[in-house]
């Protein structure tokens, strides 16, 4: 279904692969894109990949969609995971790739069921692992 606001489809691989990653933990990420006015699936991260291998995958140059299932401990010993929702729209990508990617967030975001905290970035230090992890606890 087109979003009426940006025209914008969701491919159906990117529920399911969320589905996975948050009830089976098959992925540590998942990266999407928006390819000929859809959003897709772009990157799949394994269960053992770390959050540096996920700000790697990340480009330098070009917005993306990324969910991150972030695992920690709390201050009472208990383990935890979040799912973050994060916004990548870095500095150099082009405007109108951020105007598209901008009108079509909350839209894609829902279609998401289970993110916990979103996070919105242009550069890496606003997204740094000591965001990700004061954010989450």
């Given amino acids: 279904m087109a979003n009426a606001a940006s025209g914008m489809a969701v491919d159906d691989e990117c529920k399911l692969k969320f589905l996975e ?9 998942i990266i999407f894109k928006i390819h000929n006015q859809q959003v897709v699936v772009d990157k799949l991260g394994t ?37 973050f929702f994060i916004a990548w729209a870095p500095d150099s990508s082009r405007v109108r790739s951020k105007m598209v ?8 975001k829902r279609e998401l069921d289970g993110i916990q905290v979103e996070l ?12 990700i992890k004061a954010r989450a606890i």
């Fill in 120 to 131: 919105q970035a242009t550069d890496p230090s606003e997204m740094s692992f000591d965001i």
């Fill in 21 to 29: 990653l948050k009830a089976k933990r098959n992925y540590r990420f």
């Fill in 47 to 83: 269960p053992a990949e770390t959050y540096e291998d996920f700000t790697a995958a990340l480009p330098n140059d070009e917005c993306r969609y990324a969910v991150f299932d972030f695992d920690f401990t709390t201050a009472e010993n208990c383990q935890k995971s979040k799912i």
């Fill in 101 to 108: 990617y901008a009108s079509s967030k909350d839209r894609f």
